[in-house]
């Protein structure tokens, strides 16, 4: 199993460029950021499944959300509800590919405000 897991990453690697060694291009796991297809999730529970997995996050760590279209919506949403805690980036925007790190940073909205506005005291919210 190691070795066709291994193929296949030998596979999607991109090529390298002249002198570097395979291992730079490697990406390494980073432990902080989570991913989150939403095309997976029943839209009747979309938002509240997203807001949920928000509020788990820690101080520093993002959500990776993947999704068909752009969420407008939610994003206004999320300003609303969680004002500078959750910072927002896209970085895919393309039509049918919406990608978007979603990073929480509590120190900010705290500063700001004293606290925050939600999540029961869990996760970016404690």
Do not use: W
Not at 84 to 90: H, M, P, R, S, W
Request: charged share 20%; with cysteine; hydrophobic share 35%.
């Amino acid at each position: 199993m190691h070795s066709l897991i291994g193929c296949l990453l030998l596979r999607s690697r991109p090529q390298l460029k002249p002198g570097t060694h395979p291992m730079e291009e490697i990406p390494m796991f980073d432990n902080t950021v989570h991913s989150f297809d939403a095309r997976g999730v029943a839209k009747r529970f979309r938002h509240a499944a997203i807001f949920g997995a928000l509020e788990s996050l820690n101080d520093g760590e993002t959500m990776r959300f993947v999704n068909d279209h752009d969420p407008l919506p939610l994003l206004d949403q999320i300003q609303q509800r969680y004002g500078k805690q959750i910072g927002i980036g896209y970085v895919t925007r393309e039509p049918g590919n919406i990608v978007i790190d979603f990073t929480v940073q509590a120190d900010a909205q705290q500063a700001a405000t004293g606290g925050c506005g939600g999540g029961g005291g869990h996760g970016c919210c404690s």
